[in-house]
């Protein structure tokens, strides 16, 4: 499971002889303070706890159920930005929990400017996938509706997905006594750019109607691919395209390789399959691996995909939150 989890820890308790005193301690107790966790990984283009450096933070006070005829209302948490890493976020903010009130957390990466609500709407931001795909970012939000003070003043985790579809290829040879050299893979026919995504009661949605259509992108294959059962792995290190939720059916593949045997070439060239029209369309937080079988000669790729839930895969490789810490006031 590729995720982020955003740790939230209050208390509150008040004891003391003076008013000041009193709320002394409530401000000891009843700050709200992040702390992070990123799922391992073998991919640098997937945000791990080394490559997570930032975030930002919109929180409302109001009841779900509220929402539809009011709207959210004015931010209590209103793009409040924490930067460092894991163990050592700062702000320049400190923010307390409400007493016996509900609140909706909406996180995102410190790069997304244009965070927004309209309405009684929920938030919005833009989105633009790179060209590049070491380049492409991986694109991870929270969202969390009724948060209430933890009532045991303990750890309140605040969970991040995926909201992009991740795509990678392997191949196998369609016969092992061959040497195959895989020279270029790009994938044609998508929606890419810019769209606008909007936070919901579960993963969200996007608005692809500005995206550009009919996109390419070249996939950086990786020198030594990874064997994996008859399979080898052609994503590099930054390797996983990190593209839009959006139809399958068309998008076209198109292999160039080459295969020897001895001094001897037996084909040389771009070979191409196109996903069928019953083919699902991608979904957010997929990760999908599509599985060409490369002939010798001139006959056609076989494809075979293996998809899986990006927000729930793997999830044995998770590390232990680091202590919250608690934001630094700015000076």
């Not at 500005?210 to 008859?230: F, H, L, M, R, V």
Request: glycine residues 8%; proline residues 5%; aromatic residues 10%.
């Amino acid at each position: 499971m590729k995720k982020i989890l955003l740790a939230a820890v209050a208390a509150l308790a008040i004891v003391g002889c003076s008013q000041n005193e009193e709320i002394e301690k409530a401000g000891e107790k009843a700050e709200i303070n992040f702390g992070t966790m990123v799922s391992k990984t073998t991919r640098a283009a997937v945000t791990d706890n080394t490559s997570f450096k930032a975030f930002k933070v919109n929180a409302y006070i109001v009841d779900v159920a509220n929402i539809p005829a009011k709207g959210l209302g004015s931010a209590y948490m209103d793009g409040v930005e924490y930067t460092g890493g894991q163990g050592k976020w700062e702000a320049a903010k400190t923010y307390y929990w409400p007493i016996d009130e509900k609140m909706q957390f909406f996180a995102y990466p410190s790069s997304i400017t244009d965070f927004a609500t309209e309405g009684t709407a929920y938030p919005t931001f833009s989105f633009a996938v790179n060209d590049s795909p070491a380049s492409q970012l991986d694109l991870v939000v929270a969202h969390h509706s009724d948060v209430t003070k933890p009532a045991d003043n303990g750890t309140y985790t605040l969970k991040f997905k995926h909201i992009l579809t991740r795509v990678n290829f392997s191949y196998k040879p369609e016969n092992p006594d061959y040497t195959y050299a895989i020279s270029n893979i790009e994938i044609k026919g998508l929606l890419g750019g810019t769209a606008k995504y909007t936070f919901g009661v579960s993963d969200g949605v996007w608005n692809t109607t500005n995206a550009t259509e009919d996109k390419s992108y070249s996939y950086s294959i990786a020198a030594s691919p990874e064997k994996d059962g008859e399979y080898y792995k052609l994503d590099d290190t930054n390797g996983s395209l990190m593209l839009l939720p959006q139809a399958a059916a068309g998008i076209t593949i198109e292999v160039t390789y080459t295969t020897k045997s001895g001094e001897h070439t037996f084909f040389t060239g771009t070979k191409a399959v196109t996903l069928p029209a019953e083919t699902p369309a991608w979904g957010i937080g997929q990760n999908i691996r599509y599985k060409l079988t490369l002939p010798v000669g001139g006959d056609a790729i076989d494809l075979d995909t293996d998809v899986n839930n990006w927000n729930t895969e793997d999830a044995g490789n998770e590390v232990t939150p680091d202590t919250p810490v608690t934001p630094t006031p700015a000076a």
